[in-house]
């Protein structure tokens, strides 16, 4: 009852966002219609499946045409923060959307997305350290800078997924100056990136660059529950 009833709040004030550290109301709402088909109960709840499943839907449609006109189809916001675990959030999404449902609407562009995030982007670099050819090598992180390599050769920080591009804006101060002890990455301080920049964004491998360098367990945890959700899913 009291989940229904905060779930029929949430989409009262629904203002667009997607699976993300502050928005779980994927997970919520799959949670929710599971509950529902395991107890038989749906009548006189403050909603039912059909209300949960559309905000799913529409969460998806929204993102879905973003990416049909990116010119790199992506459909997450690269000039904001926390590009890369909304659209792994998109993917889980799309994963569960075709749990609930049965139906593979959202399959090809959970795919599109995945294949952004590892490498189809304009930089040509994967979010996930470890993956393809080019991942971030200057990770903002003690220990990957302190005792990793600096060029994508073992050891790196196998997993780990950084924010991503971000805002130009953010960095018109300039990436500031190394703290003591830290190792000097990449070497002489070159940006290969630079040329790829543009749509307002940004992205610089950098250990540095807080801005897009650096890895949280909330971008790793959404790639986690993006690669459960899509598990056994054929696109």
């Not at 029929?8 to 966002?17: I, K, N, P, Q, T």
């Not at 307002?200 to 986690?224: C, F, H, K």
Request: charged residues 15%; hydrophobic residues 40%.
């Amino acid at each position: 009852m009291d989940a229904a009833r905060w779930a029929r709040g949430y989409l009262r004030h629904e203002a667009g966002d997607s699976l993300n550290l502050y928005d779980t109301s994927a997970l919520a709402h799959v949670a929710l219609v599971q509950a529902m088909s395991r107890t038989g109960v749906s009548g006189g709840l403050a909603l039912g499946r059909a209300a949960l499943v559309d905000d799913l839907r529409h969460q998806l449609g929204r993102a879905r045409h973003r990416a049909q006109h990116d010119p790199f189809g992506a459909a997450g916001f690269y000039a904001e923060f926390d590009v890369n675990s909304h659209t792994f959030g998109l993917i889980a999404t799309a994963g569960l959307y075709h749990r609930l449902t049965h139906r593979s609407a959202f399959d090809r562009f959970a795919t599109g997305q995945r294949n952004w995030l590892l490498g189809a982007n304009p930089w040509g670099v994967a979010a996930m350290v470890g993956i393809g050819s080019r991942f971030p090598h200057c990770m903002q992180h003690q220990v990957a800078n302190l005792r990793g390599s600096l060029d994508g050769s073992v050891p790196v920080d196998v997993g780990a997924v950084v924010n991503g591009p971000n805002s130009a804006r953010i960095f018109s101060g300039g990436l500031g100056g190394y703290q003591d002890a830290m190792v000097r990455c990449p070497p002489g301080g070159k940006d290969p990136f630079s040329l790829f920049n543009g749509q307002g964004s940004r992205y610089v491998d950098d250990v540095r660059s807080w801005q897009t360098d650096e890895p949280a367990l909330d971008m790793t945890g959404a790639a986690i529950i993006a690669a459960a959700a899509q598990q056994g899913i054929r696109h």
